[in-house]
């Protein structure tokens, strides 16, 4: 049964630095990997989709690897904003084509 | 309205009692999903459908569940006899393609049962 983890559980940094979020799955038969933002109370807005076949994809200030043999990938954010304050999510597209979640990790950007 | 809308935003109701949940998708996507996510958790899948029918409702906890989604656009999440561990935001997606393309999900309706 696939399993997807995330560290840290939570994340404080001042403004304007770089960090990176890590995701870990255990089945590495996998379609996508998807990176996501929450911000409370509101819906999911998709950051970064990597193919299984893909090693990284970048947006702007966002870079996500994935190492599908690992079972890993990384989301970094690079000078770091209050506005990039939220829970980041990953979640793998399984053989099933059922979306499998972690947990999250909830970033405060201090100004 | 380019965007998933789900209706209501927030639904109080009391144990035992019936709820519909209802989403409508981004306009020409055929994929739709159904979500459940509970506070300090990442979601859990329940059910999708490519057009009309449910291609997967594998993650529906029980048969209380049910979902339907008749025209192959709007969808709607039955709830019967409501319990108390049923409170979770219930989050909608759609998708042009349901085996790659990215999922686009709507703001959730919070339910909560009382």
């Known amino acids: 049964k696939q399993e997807v983890t995330q560290i840290p559980a939570a994340l404080s940094v001042p403004e304007g630095e770089n960090l990176v979020l890590n995701c870990s799955f255990t089945?590495?038969?996998?379609?996508?990997l998807q990176w996501f933002r929450q911000d409370p109370g509101k819906g999911l807005t998709s950051l970064l989709l990597?193919?299984?076949s893909q090693r990284e994809q970048t947006s702007g200030r966002l870079n996500a690897s994935l190492d599908k043999s690992s079972g890993r990938s990384t989301l970094y954010i690079a000078a770091s904003q209050p506005g990039d304050s939220a829970t980041y999510l990953c979640?793998?597209?399984?053989?099933?084509?059922?979306?499998?979640w972690g947990a999250g990790t909830k970033l405060i950007i201090k100004p | 309205g380019a965007g998933v809308s789900q209706t209501p935003s927030n639904k109080v109701t009391e144990k035992g009692k019936y709820v519909e949940l209802r989403c409508d998708p981004i306009?020409?996507?055929?994929?739709l999903y159904w979500y459940r996510q509970s506070l300090g958790q990442g979601p859990e899948f329940l059910i999708y459908?490519?057009?009309?029918?449910?291609?997967?409702d594998s993650g529906l906890p029980n048969d209380r569940f049910f979902a339907v989604r008749p025209e192959g656009s709007v969808s709607t999440l039955k709830i019967q006899r409501t319990e108390r561990g049923d409170s979770a935001v219930y989050l909608c997606?759609?998708?042009?393609?349901?085996?790659?393309?990215?999922?686009?999900f709507g703001p959730g309706t919070r339910l909560t049962v009382l």
């Open positions: 997606a759609s998708s042009s393609d349901y085996s790659t393309d990215t999922q686009y």
């Open positions: 306009s020409g996507h055929t994929a």
């Open positions: 459908f490519q057009g009309t029918g449910a291609a997967d």
């Open positions: 089945d590495s038969a996998i379609y996508n």
């Open positions: 990597i193919q299984s």
């Open positions: 979640a793998v597209l399984d053989s099933n084509y059922q979306l499998i």
